[in-house]
């Protein structure tokens, strides 16, 4: 009912602009995203894009990608470690966001087939030329684990005749220091990027100090009818962890840790070959990559020591042709991956040595069709098998693999009403396969190879642009099946009973001149189980927990003088499920909490100057908390409280 009601009123708002005199439309520069694998302009696909440029990044209050992310509708957060590497989830799906959010580094997976995060701090601000948000299932394109959305950071490239290097230093409270360096050499074929970085924190609460160090470099060569990149990254995180908190232990000391001796250590590093080339009116491209990670950690005094290796390929191509008299581009490929995982712990004073696997090979198609020049239509279609499976090396008789074959497709249309109004709607279908953490329970022992996640979707939206703004709502329904989860009560993999999504999202961008920018966006998102039952009792229609209803952002950006420029940005999460209460009837709620930030900048013969507050408010909130059923009561990861930065960077050119 939500969504055809909703659908009626982006119906109506389209009629009433046409209808309407003619609004005065601002045209600027066509913006081209990578929404198929290859660049396109991004208003002749049926796709909800959300840009970050480089300059909405440098005049950010954020200073990690996930800081920049949440500030988008649809997006939330969780932290529960005080590592900048924190969990994303778009659309709605809790605890499960990560795994249902696809991440990608220049059109190369680097989310992580365990329940673990992408490793965002291995991604310099200072590298990123604009990040890319897809929102809904990109299946068809890039495989499983996309229900929610597709996050694309592409990085810099330098231009021919480019000779620049930069020095960044920072400081901010609970003892953070942070100091980078970048280079970027652009000759007139072969261009070269570096970036390197340093944290050092001691974080808001105790036993949570953090070191991170990570550098990223490519090398490009560009010619008149392709390019070839070779890029490269290393890591290495040194992380305490403070764990979380009851609900007395906050209102005693909110910075104390419950688990003064765990921690979490990880390295890794990875490799990528890209190229593209021109072939007559086509164009072929490849990447190549292996990607590793090791980490080393105690958790509650179990030692955890795990081993992780990537290989992927994935060659495609783009074909334009004009069969029926029509204008097509057709988009071929096939994708393959090869991931490897061994983890030696013990757990209770019992070992646990899994060795899981994941392999996956593909093929796709999706064809776009322009008609005239208002519609744009595309079809896509994706075979994918995948092989899965575990053995306990501990204990042998704990084995087991399967194989299955998954299909995705989408049907979407783009009409263009004129240069101010565009709608679009999709549909199509999606699924996750079942990660190691899914099917092997470190606590039991036990390998319970669960079925793989499916979707079905729904979309529609549109697109406005009239004088200083930019305006987008998009009205999205997902119903879920075999839903992959982790039961925190019970320590329990499983496939939850069927489950729906669907929501509102809106967002506008209004630029006054050449010296205020403001922005403001809502969510409205509604996750719920649609059948079923959990231990026993009946949860059709009982909320999904760690979903908020309501969210919403706004922002101001407001160049003072010449050189200088103020921004703040405010952030409105409501209340929601508490973790581990899906019968909801724990009789109480996540707290909705507000957060301001605040950056001030200063730019002066290659200086850049920035100072700002986080949590300007003083806002006392967590983001992450689960539901003790024993007791009764919660556990929570306390988020910091009010607290200062400042930094600077040298440019030499």
């Known amino acids: 009912m939500l969504f055809r009601g909703a659908a009626a009123f982006v119906a109506a708002a389209a009629a009433s602009c046409t209808s309407a005199a003619e609004p005065p439309v601002t045209v600027g520069e066509p913006v081209i995203v990578t ?9 002749d696909k049926p796709v909800n894009v959300s840009i970050i440029t480089a300059e909405d990044i440098k005049n950010s209050t954020a200073r990690t990608v996930p800081e920049l992310l949440r500030q988008l ?65 990109g299946a068809v394109l890039y495989g499983g684990g996309a229900t929610g959305g597709t996050i694309n950071i592409i990085t810099r490239t330098p231009a021919a005749g480019q000779r620049a290097a930069s020095l960044y230093g920072g400081v901010a409270s609970y003892g953070t220091n942070e100091a980078g360096f970048g280079a970027n050499l652009g000759g007139e074929n072969v261009s070269l990027n570096f970036n390197g970085t340093y944290l050092a924190t001691d974080n808001y609460r105790d036993n949570n100090r953090l070191r991170q160090k990570n550098a990223l470099a490519d090398i490009r060569w560009t010619g008149d009818r392709g390019r070839v990149s070779l890029k490269a990254g290393a890591d290495d995180q040194q992380l305490r962890l403070p764990g979380a908190l009851s609900e007395a232990q906050i209102a005693a000391d909110r910075r104390q840790a419950a688990t003064p001796n765990d921690f979490s250590n990880r390295t890794g590093g990875f490799v990528v070959a890209s190229g593209d080339w021109g072939v007559g009116a086509s164009t072929v491209a490849a990447d190549l990559g292996y990607r590793e990670k090791d980490i080393r950690a105690s958790i509650i005094g179990s030692p955890i020591d795990s081993d992780t290796s990537v290989w992927s390929f994935s060659p495609r191509l783009k074909l334009p042709h004009q069969l029926g008299g029509w204008r097509h581009h057709l988009v071929a490929g096939l994708d393959w991956d090869d991931w490897s995982f061994l983890n030696k712990t013990s757990v209770f004073g019992q070992p646990r040595q899994p060795d899981a696997f994941q392999r996956n090979q593909a093929m796709y198609l999706q064809n776009s069709t322009a008609i005239g020049e208002s519609w744009n239509l595309s079809l896509g279609g994706r075979l994918h098998r995948v092989e899965y499976g575990v053995t306990d090396l501990a204990n042998p008789a704990q084995s087991d693999e399967r194989k299955r074959d998954l299909t995705a497709y989408e049907i979407g249309a783009r009409y263009r009403v004129n240069a101010a109004l565009s709608p679009y709607a999709k549909i199509g279908t999606s699924f996750r396969v079942p990660n190691v953490n899914d099917v092997y329970n470190l606590f039991t022992g036990v390998v319970s190879l669960l079925e793989p996640q499916t979707s079905r979707e729904q979309e529609i939206g549109v697109d406005v642009r009239s004088g200083p703004g930019t305006y987008r709502i998009a009205l999205y329904h997902m119903t879920i099946d075999n839903e992959l989860y982790f039961d925190p009560a019970t320590f329990t993999n499983r496939n939850l009973p069927p489950t729906r999504r669907q929501g509102v999202e809106a967002e506008a961008k209004w630029r006054l001149g050449a010296a205020v920018d403001l922005f403001a966006n809502y969510t409205y998102a509604q996750s719920e189980f649609r059948s079923g039952d959990f231990g026993g ?46 019968t909801n009837t724990f009789g109480r709620r996540m707290p909705a909490y507000t957060v301001v930030d605040f950056k001030l900048t200063y730019e002066s013969a290659g200086w850049l100057l920035g100072a700002g507050v986080k949590n300007l408010l003083d806002e006392k909130y967590f983001k992450y908390a689960v539901f003790d059923s024993f007791t009764p009561t919660y556990f929570a990861y306390p988020q910091p409280e009010r607290s200062i930065f400042a930094t600077a960077q040298y440019t030499f050119r």
């Open 73 to 137: 509708p649809g997006i939330r957060t969780r932290d529960s470690s005080g590592s900048p590497n924190v969990q994303i989830d778009m659309r709605g799906f809790g605890i499960s966001g990560d795994q249902n959010t696809l991440v990608l580094l220049d059109g190369v997976r680097i989310s992580e087939n365990e329940q673990t995060t992408v490793n965002w701090a291995g991604i310099p601000l200072n590298a990123i030329e604009r990040i890319e948000v897809i929102r809904g299932s």
């Open 35 to 43: 929404a198929t694998r290859f660049e396109d302009r991004y208003l």
């Open 537 to 582: 009792v009946p949860i059709a229609g009982n909320e999904v927990p760690l979903v908020p209803r309501h969210a919403a952002n706004a922002g101001v950006g407001w160049a003072f003088a010449p050189r200088a420029r103020a921004d703040l940005v405010a952030r409105y999460v409501g209340e929601q499920v508490f973790d581990g209460d899906e």
